[in-house]
């Protein structure tokens, strides 16, 4: 009996790359859209004078 090729597994190393990599990318995306969300919402009290900027 041949013994069947067994199917290989990523290293451990390489997958704990990439969890990161697609963590920190995640983190970036959710700044990102916290920094854009923030702008909208400032930019919309200022425009219905409920805020007033600091020069």
Known sequence: ???EP???L????IVKTAKFEAK???TKSS???LKTENE?????LIDSGEFKPKD
């Open 31 to 33: 700044l990102e859209n």
């Open 1 to 3: 009996m041949k013994e």
């Open 6 to 8: 067994r199917k290989k």
């Open 10 to 13: 990523p290293n451990k190393k």
């Open 40 to 44: 909208r919402l400032i930019k919309n």
């Open 24 to 26: 920190e990318q995640f």
